[in-house]
C-alpha cells in the first residue's frame, strides 16, 4: 500500500454518496471496523479494506457492517474530516465512521447532523465576506497569469512564481487572519511568512486547489501552505529563505532537508507522497 492521506480539506470527494447508495453492490460483511479481526487490514500507514475480489475501495464510500467509510485516492480509511459529496457535507469520525443523527463541535463550531449524515446546520465551507473579497482579488490575478489549458500543477508553478516575484519579505503586517493578511499582501506587496501564506492560500483556491496551513512546530513562528492537487497532498511555500530554496509542490521527504525552517507535527497533517 501507499501512503495515506490521514486528515483531509473539506473540499473534494470523487464519488456521490446517493451513487454508492443507489449502485454499489455491498456484501454482508461480518466486520467491525478497523480494528476487527477479519477483512480490515493495517499497515504503518493506516487502515485498508479488501474486498472478495481482491480490489480495494480507492476514492469512494463503502458501507461495511451497516456503517460508512470514505477511502482516500490510495485506498486508505479517512477519519475526522469532511467529505462533500453532491453539494452535501459529511463528517468521518475517529474510528473513520461517517456520523449521523447528532450535534457535533468541529473546531469550536457546531454542525447538525440529519440521519444520513449531512449537514443540515451550519457549513463547513462557509466564507465571510473578507473571504470573499480575498478570494475575489485572488481570482483576477489567477485569471492574469493562467489559462485553461494549465494542469493544476502548472497553475501552482505559476502562483509560486509570482507571489515570490510580487512580494518582498518584511517582518511586518497584520497577521490577524487569513483575509486581512492576504490583502495586506496583495496591496503592499510585502509581509512575513503568514502574508505569504495567505496570499497563496486564496490564490491557489481560486485556481481550484483546497489547501491548509501548516504550523511549524518547534516556535509556531513559521507558516506555510499543504495543498491538494488533484487528491494528493503538497507543500507550498513561498516564502523566501537567505539560502535560497524552492519549495513548490514538495514532498515531506524533500521538506526534512530544511527540517529547521520547516519542522511540523507529521503526523498531525495529510501525508505527502
Known amino acids: 500500500m501507499k501512503k495515506k492521506q490521514k486528515a483531509v480539506s ?7 454518496l446517493s451513487a454508492v447508495l443507489a449502485s454499489c453492490p455491498l456484501a454482508a460483511y461480518s466486520d467491525s ?14 487502515w485498508w479494506y479488501p474486498n472478495l475480489d481482491g480490489t480495494y475501495p480507492v476514492n469512494q464510500w ?24 453532491d453539494g452535501k457535507y459529511y463528517r468521518l469520525g ?6 449521523s443523527s447528532q450535534e457535533i463541535l468541529v473546531d469550536g463550531k457546531p454542525y447538525t447532523l440529519d440521519g444520513s449524515g449531512a449537514v443540515v446546520e451550519g457549513d463547513p465551507q462557509q466564507l465571510t465576506e473578507a473571504d470573499l473579497a480575498a478570494l475575489s482579488y485572488a481570482q483576477g490575478i489567477v485569471a492574469q497569469i493562467t489559462d485553461e489549458g494549465m494542469s493544476k500543477p502548472e497553475k501552482a508553478a505559476a502562483i ?8 518582498t519579505y518584511t ?13 495586506y499582501g496583495f496591496r503592499r506587496h510585502s509581509g512575513c511568512c503568514y502574508e505569504y501564506y495567505a496570499m497563496s492560500h486564496y490564490l ?5 486547489m483546497p489547501n491548509i496551513p501548516v504550523v511549524r512546530a518547534s516556535d509556531g513562528d513559521h507558516f506555510w501552505n499543504l495543498v491538494d492537487v488533484d487528491g494528493t ?24 532537508n530544511t527540517w529547521g525552517s520547516h519542522n511540523f507535527d507529521v503526523e498531525a497533517y495529510p501525508k505527502t507522497p
Open 10 to 16: 473539506m473540499f473534494t470527494a470523487a464519488v456521490g
Open 160 to 167: 509560486y512564481r509570482w507571489v515570490r516575484g510580487n512580494m
Open 204 to 208: 491557489l483556491l481560486a485556481a481550484g
Open 233 to 256: 497532498w503538497y507543500h507550498f511555500d513561498t516564502t523566501p529563505r537567505r539560502m535560497g530554496g524552492d519549495w513548490c509542490l514538495v514532498t515531506t521527504d524533500v521538506l526534512r
Open 171 to 183: 517582518t511586518s503586517g497584520p497577521k490577524s487572519d487569513e483575509a486581512a493578511s492576504a490583502m
Open 33 to 46: 471496523g478497523p480494528g476487527a479481526a477479519n477483512r480490515w487490514k493495517q499497515d504503518e500507514k493506516g
Open 94 to 99: 475517529s474510528d473513520g465512521a461517517m456520523l
Open 62 to 85: 463503502q458501507k461495511i457492517n451497516r456503517r460508512w467509510y470514505y477511502f482516500d485516492a490510495e485506498g486508505y480509511m479517512m477519519e475526522n474530516c469532511w467529505i462533500e459529496t
